[in-house]
Nanobody
Framework: QVRLVESGGGAVQAGGSLRLSCAAS????????MGWFRQAPGKQRAGVAA????????WYADSVKGRFTISQDNAENTVYLQMNSLKPEDTAMYYC??????????????????????WGQGTQVTVSS
C-alpha cells in the first residue's frame, strides 16, 4: 500500500497550463501502474493518463492526447501530469491512484477506476473560458 498526496491544482484560463504532482510514500519499492483520474460534478470518475513505474510506458485518454503528458521521477517517488492547452471541459477534481500491475496492463488501459486501491485526496483544476 502507498500513500499518495497530490498538489498543483488551481484556476487557469483556457489555453493555460498546470502541472500536477503526486508524491508517493510507503511501499514504494514495488512497481505500480500510477494513474491520474478526474471527476467532474455529476460525472463518473475517468482515467486521464497512466504510467508504469517500472519502465515508463504510458496510456492516455483520447480527450487529452497531445495536450497532457505523464512522467515520473523515481528518485523522488513522484508522478507528474503536465497539462497544456487546457479547456473548460478539463475542469474537475483530479486524483492520483496506484495499482500493483505490469506494463502491458497499465499502458493498454485495461482497467477502470475501481481497479485502483490506493488514492490521494485530489486536487481541483478549474479552467475558465
Amino acid at each position: 500500500q502507498v500513500r499518495l498526496v497530490e498538489s498543483g491544482g488551481g484556476a487557469v484560463q483556457a489555453g493555460g497550463s498546470l502541472r500536477l504532482s503526486c508524491a508517493a510514500s510507503g511501499n514504494t519499492g514495488r512497481r505500480y501502474c500510477m494513474g491520474w483520474f478526474r471527476q467532474a460534478p455529476g460525472k463518473q470518475r475517468a482515467g486521464v493518463a497512466a504510467i508504469y513505474t517500472g519502465g515508463g510506458s504510458t496510456w492516455y485518454a483520447d480527450s487529452v492526447k497531445g495536450r497532457f503528458t505523464i512522467s515520473q521521477d523515481n528518485a523522488e517517488n513522484t508522478v507528474y501530469l503536465q497539462m497544456n492547452s487546457l479547456k473548460p471541459e478539463d475542469t474537475a477534481m483530479y486524483y492520483c491512484a496506484a495499482k500493483g500491475a505490469g506494463s502491458t496492463y497499465c499502458s493498454g488501459g485495461y482497467w477502470g477506476w475501481t481497479d485502483f486501491g490506493d488514492w490521494g485526496q485530489g486536487t481541483q483544476v478549474t479552467v475558465s473560458s
